[in-house]
């Protein structure tokens, strides 16, 4: 039987936007860190985000990470899927649907397009603290066993 990994709290009397997203997760094993984006609100996200029309998921993640950080990147293993239930910022009630990937940096390309984003490496001990979903920090501790 498969595990369905969900977080968050539902309510049953609110009525939840269902939000897919593709996410890597690069870790620097030797600095036992995981790369990360520090959005302007000072959130911790993993890199990466929602797909666009006609795109694949290996494209949405490329471009993500291309607006989010400027690199290229290697796309991995695949980590797993894992949802969230939360109110926004905005008040809206969303499920974050997150398909993790395993990724590497190849090279920075160009400089980030998201003004509001910005490439931080936390400690992989931290990511509990951190993250502001707690299925961005399941997705970087399922993928740093495979490290070990």
Known sequence: MKEKLIFGEKFNHLKYQRRDGYYAVIIDTNKQQVASVLTAKRSYFLPGGGIEEDETPEECLRRELLEETGYEIN??????????????????????NGIFFIAEFIEKVQEPMDDD?????????????LFFHEHHSWAVKKASQRFN
């Not at 939360?86 to 969303?94: A, C, K």
């Not at 984003?117 to 603290?129: A, F, K, P, Y």
């Open 75 to 96: 796309i991995g293993s695949y980590i797993g899927k894992a949802q969230r239930y939360f109110i926004s910022p905005q008040n809206e009630p969303l499920l974050s």
């Open 117 to 129: 984003h910005h490439l931080r490496w936390i400690n992989l001990d931290q990511v509990d603290n």
